[in-house]
């Protein structure tokens, strides 16, 4: 079985990732680090803005679809992972899902000044896309843990306990 975090940007899929899978002493995948490879583009917004959204999109649904036949891995999804459920469907295949649920208080906070996000560059369109994606990352999660005002260890243990 694999562990799936989804989540909003600046959710902090990535270091919970880290952690969890330290602590379990298994492999840690981050689906956006894939897409890069396999896109031979130097950065996410590289590729949004030389091959655009669905091209990266595209690329996401292969990464998914490879990740179910992987095994024992913590996978850190890109924040749009859920907009496809064909990609939930696959990630499901070997795994459970657990929603790092953070406010877009928090979230604001955590991604002030970087530019590394297309999608988090205009915070108003942002805003909406975290009130429309938040019922999709509850509605595919096996297991839902809030972040705000927790430390990674916590976020860990709230995990292991759950799943
Ligand atoms: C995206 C989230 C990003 C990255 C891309 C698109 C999204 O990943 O995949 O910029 O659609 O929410 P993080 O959630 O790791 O920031």
Do not use: H, W
């Not at 459920?85 to 953070?102: A, E, H, P, Q, W």
């Not at 877009?104 to 955590?110: L, N, S």
Request: charged letters at 30%; one cysteine or more; hydrophobic letters at 40%.
């Amino acid at each position: 079985m694999n562990i799936i975090l989804i989540g909003f940007m600046g959710s902090g899929k990535s270091s919970v990732a880290a952690a969890l899978s330290r602590k379990l002493k298994c492999r840690c995948i981050e689906t956006d680090t894939a897409i890069l490879e396999r896109s031979g583009r130097k950065s996410i917004k590289e590729i949004f803005l030389l091959d655009g959204e669905m091209r990266f999109r595209e690329m996401e649904m292969e990464i998914a679809k490879k990740m179910s036949s992987e095994s024992d891995a913590v996978i850190s999804t890109g924040g749009g992972m859920v907009i496809n459920k064909i990609c939930i469907d696959y990630l499901k295949r070997n795994g459970k899902v657990i929603f790092l649920s953070t406010s877009f208080a928090e979230i604001t906070r955590r991604l002030q000044g970087d530019d590394t996000r297309p999608l988090f560059a205009d915070r108003e369109a942002a805003q909406k896309l975290f009130a429309f994606r938040k019922r999709l990352y509850k509605q595919y999660a096996d297991v839902i843990t809030d972040t705000d005002n927790r430390s990674i260890d916590e976020i860990i243990n709230i995990i292991l306990k759950k799943i």
